[in-house]
Nanobody, 123 residues
């Protein structure tokens, strides 16, 4: 089965940086859009940044200029470089990917979600 595994979260001081990674594995035919969402306690999950297979990007206004999304398609991996972190960035960050996968005599496409990684920014 297809799996997404995130890593790179942790505790940093305001102004610091973290780099998140998300690796997809399984019977993958193609990864279409791939990106990151986050959810703070008591709040709705929100989009942080996404990138299509054609390298088009979309960022939340709150992270523009501070976060950078990138992909290594050969490794089925997406990254999120987070700079100038603020306490408001504290949340569980979860990887998301729309993946076309093999199912015997054909293919199926659906969204997959990782387990999430905690990012905590202290003031």
């Amino acid at each position: 089965q297809v799996q997404l595994v995130e890593s790179g979260g942790g505790l940093v001081q305001a102004g610091g940086s973290l780099r998140l990674s998300c690796a997809a594995s399984g019977s993958i035919f193609r990864i279409n859009t791939m990106g990151w969402y986050r959810q703070a306690p008591g709040k709705q999950r929100e989009l942080v940044a996404t990138m299509t297979s054609g390298s088009s990007t979309n960022y939340a206004d709150s992270v523009k200029g501070r976060f950078t999304i990138s992909r290594d398609n050969a490794k089925n991996t997406v990254y999120l470089q987070m700079n100038s972190l603020e306490p408001e960035d504290t949340a569980v960050y979860t990887c998301n990917a729309e993946i076309t996968y093999s199912r015997g005599y054909g293919y199926s496409t659906r969204d997959y979600w990782g387990q999430g990684t905690q990012v905590t920014v202290s003031s």
